[in-house]
C-alpha cells in the first residue's frame, strides 16, 4: 500500500524559507506517468495546489505561487521536497503531498496525512 | 484559471436523505477531469470520484457523479452516519489545478 508522508519544521519566521520532505513508501517515486504533488490548506480554509513534480526532475507550479515556490525530487531517497520562500502570516497552512497522474487522467489519489507549518516570530 | 463555485456551502440533512451537491466552473473542464473529494477534520482528503462520473477504489456505490463542460454534480443516494464531512470538487484538466470552496454536509 502505497504511503506518503510529510516532515519538516512546524514553526517558520516570517521572511524565511519554508522547507518540507514527503517520503514515499510502498512504491516507486519514479514509477512512469505518475507526478508528485503539494497542496495546502489554512486553516479553515480551502485547498490549494501548489506544484508538482516528475521522477524526472520536470515541474510545474501554481502561478499565484510560481516565484517563491521550488519543487525537487531526490529518486535515491524515494523523496521529493518542497520549498517556499519569503513566506508571510499567509503561509500558515497544512501541507499535504500527494501523487496523481496527468497522462492516466487520475487526480490526487493517495494523500500524505498532511503537516501543519505556523509561520510566526 | 478554472475558478469552480460549489453550492450550497452548507447542506443540513438527516441520515437517510439525498444529498445533492453541485460545482460549476468557469469554463469547459477538459476531458471532464473532474474530481470529488472528501474531508473530514484533521484528516486528509480522500478522492471519491474522478473523471466526472467514476468512483475510486473502495468507495460505496451510495457516492455518483455526473456532468460534463461547467456543471457538475455528486449525489450521495443515503446519507450514513460517516458521510458528514466537507466535499471539495477539483479540476485537474488544466494547470492550475483547482479546488472549490467546498459544501459541508452536516447532520440536520
Redesign the interface.
Same mark, same amino acid.
Given at each position: 500500500q502505497l504511503q506518503l508522508q510529510e516532515s519538516g519544521p512546524g514553526l517558520v519566521k516570517p521572511s524565511e524559507t519554508l522547507s518540507l520532505t514527503c517520503t514515499v513508501s510502498g512504491g516507486s517515486i519514479s514509477s512512469s506517468s505518475y507526478y508528485w504533488g503539494w497542496i495546502r490548506q489554512p486553516p479553515g480554509k #480551502?485547498?490549494?495546489?501548489i506544484g508538482s513534480i516528475y521522477y524526472s526532475g520536470s515541474t510545474?507550479?501554481?502561478?499565484?505561487l510560481k516565484s517563491r515556490v521550488t519543487i525537487s525530487v531526490d529518486t535515491s531517497k524515494n523523496q521529493f521536497s518542497l520549498k517556499l520562500s519569503s513566506v508571510t502570516a499567509a503561509d500558515t497552512a497544512v501541507y499535504?503531498c500527494?501523487r496523481?497522474s496527468?497522462a492516466a487522467?487520475?487526480?490526487? #489519489?493517495y494523500? #500524505?496525512? #498532511?503537516t501543519l507549518v505556523t509561520v510566526s516570530s | 484559471?478554472i475558478v469552480l463555485t460549489q453550492s450550497p456551502g452548507t447542506l443540513s440533512l438527516s441520515p437517510g436523505e439525498r444529498a445533492t451537491l453541485s460545482c460549476r466552473a468557469s469554463q469547459s473542464v477538459s476531458?471532464s477531469?473532474l474530481?470529488w473529494?472528501q474531508q473530514k477534520p484533521g484528516?486528509?482528503?480522500?478522492?471519491l470520484i474522478?473523471?466526472a462520473s467514476s468512483r475510486?477504489t473502495g468507495i460505496p456505490d451510495r457516492f455518483s457523479g455526473s456532468g460534463s463542460g461547467t456543471d457538475f454534480t455528486l449525489t450521495i443516494s443515503r446519507l450514513e452516519p460517516e458521510d458528514f464531512a466537507v466535499y471539495?470538487c477539483?479540476q485537474?484538466g488544466s494547470?492550475?489545478?483547482?479546488?472549490?470552496?467546498?459544501t459541508k454536509v452536516e447532520i440536520k
Open positions: #480551502g485547498l490549494e495546489w510545474y507550479y501554481n502561478p499565484s499535504y500527494a496523481h496527468p487522467g487520475t487526480p490526487f #489519489g494523500w #500524505g496525512q #498532511g | 484559471e476531458s477531469y474530481a473529494y484528516q486528509a482528503p480522500r478522492l474522478y473523471g475510486a471539495y477539483q485537474y494547470s492550475p489545478f483547482t479546488f472549490g470552496g467546498g
